[in-house]
Protein backbone atom coordinates (compact mmCIF):
# COMPACT_ATOMS: atom_id res chain seq x y z
CA UNK A 1 0.00 0.00 0.00
CA UNK A 2 2.86 2.59 0.94
CA UNK A 3 4.82 1.45 -2.18
CA UNK A 4 1.25 2.50 -4.53
CA UNK A 5 1.35 5.69 -2.37
CA UNK A 6 4.75 6.35 -3.30
CA UNK A 7 3.67 5.30 -7.03
CA UNK A 8 1.20 7.73 -7.06
CA UNK A 9 3.29 10.24 -6.14
CA UNK A 10 5.76 10.12 -8.48
CA UNK A 11 2.94 9.89 -10.94
CA UNK A 12 1.68 12.86 -9.63
CA UNK A 13 5.24 14.72 -9.47
CA UNK A 14 6.22 13.90 -12.98
CA UNK A 15 2.45 15.16 -14.10
CA UNK A 16 3.31 18.27 -12.22
CA UNK A 17 7.09 18.78 -13.53
CA UNK A 18 5.35 18.16 -17.51
CA UNK A 19 2.65 20.76 -16.77
CA UNK A 20 5.84 22.80 -15.62
CA UNK A 21 7.95 22.51 -19.00
CA UNK A 22 4.34 23.26 -21.09
CA UNK A 23 3.84 26.16 -18.89
CA UNK A 24 7.12 27.46 -19.01
CA UNK A 25 7.32 26.65 -22.74
CA UNK A 26 4.41 29.01 -23.37
CA UNK A 27 5.55 31.07 -21.12
CA UNK A 28 9.24 31.50 -23.14
CA UNK A 29 6.96 31.88 -26.38
CA UNK A 30 4.61 34.50 -25.10
CA UNK A 31 7.45 36.87 -23.65
CA UNK A 32 9.09 36.50 -27.15
CA UNK A 33 5.48 37.74 -29.09
CA UNK A 34 5.66 40.26 -26.35
CA UNK A 35 8.81 41.46 -27.05
CA UNK A 36 8.04 41.13 -31.21
CA UNK A 37 5.19 43.39 -30.89
CA UNK A 38 7.11 45.82 -28.62
CA UNK A 39 9.76 46.06 -31.41
CA UNK A 40 6.98 46.57 -33.84
CA UNK A 41 5.05 48.54 -31.92
CA UNK A 42 8.15 51.10 -31.76
CA UNK A 43 9.01 50.78 -35.59
CA UNK A 44 5.37 52.05 -36.29
CA UNK A 45 5.83 55.01 -33.87
CA UNK A 46 9.00 56.17 -34.98
CA UNK A 47 7.12 55.46 -38.93
CA UNK A 48 4.25 57.96 -37.22
CA UNK A 49 6.57 60.56 -36.05
CA UNK A 50 8.52 60.86 -39.06
CA UNK A 51 5.12 61.22 -40.89
CA UNK A 52 4.08 63.70 -38.29
CA UNK A 53 7.35 65.73 -38.96
CA UNK A 54 7.41 65.72 -42.32
CA UNK A 55 3.41 66.86 -42.56
CA UNK A 56 4.92 70.03 -40.66
CA UNK A 57 7.47 70.74 -42.81
CA UNK A 58 5.25 70.71 -45.55
CA UNK A 59 2.52 72.38 -44.00
CA UNK A 60 4.99 75.34 -43.08
CA UNK A 61 6.02 75.37 -46.40
CA UNK A 62 2.68 75.48 -48.14
CA UNK A 63 2.17 78.44 -45.59
CA UNK A 64 5.53 80.26 -46.18
CA UNK A 65 4.47 79.60 -50.48
CA UNK A 66 1.28 81.22 -49.92
CA UNK A 67 2.46 84.25 -48.03
CA UNK A 68 5.48 84.95 -51.02
CA UNK A 69 2.34 84.62 -53.36
CA UNK A 70 0.34 86.90 -51.17
CA UNK A 71 3.36 89.55 -51.00
CA UNK A 72 3.98 89.53 -54.55
CA UNK A 73 0.34 89.47 -55.47
CA UNK A 74 0.05 92.90 -53.37
CA UNK A 75 3.59 94.67 -54.58
CA UNK A 76 2.38 93.91 -58.14
CA UNK A 77 -1.32 95.52 -57.93
CA UNK A 78 -0.09 98.50 -55.85
CA UNK A 79 2.95 99.41 -58.64
CA UNK A 80 0.33 98.67 -61.15
CA UNK A 81 -2.66 100.45 -59.55
CA UNK A 82 -4.54 97.52 -60.09
CA UNK A 83 -7.98 97.25 -57.86
CA UNK A 84 -7.34 93.91 -55.72
CA UNK A 85 -10.56 92.15 -55.68
CA UNK A 86 -8.77 88.94 -54.58
CA UNK A 87 -9.34 87.67 -51.04
CA UNK A 88 -6.51 87.42 -49.62
CA UNK A 89 -6.69 82.93 -48.97
CA UNK A 90 -7.29 82.50 -53.17
CA UNK A 91 -3.64 82.06 -53.98
CA UNK A 92 -4.82 80.67 -56.95
CA UNK A 93 -6.69 83.52 -58.41
CA UNK A 94 -3.84 85.61 -56.94
CA UNK A 95 -1.64 83.87 -58.96
CA UNK A 96 -3.54 84.01 -62.19
CA UNK A 97 -3.65 87.66 -61.39
CA UNK A 98 0.21 88.33 -61.36
Known amino acids: RLARGWARLRQYQEAAG???LRTNDELAQLRAQLEATRCDALQAESQWAHIQSTATQKTLLLGRIKLA???LFQLTTARLSVPAK???ED????????
Open 18 to 20: SEL
Open 69 to 71: VLN
Open 86 to 88: VAP
Open 91 to 98: TEAQLDTV
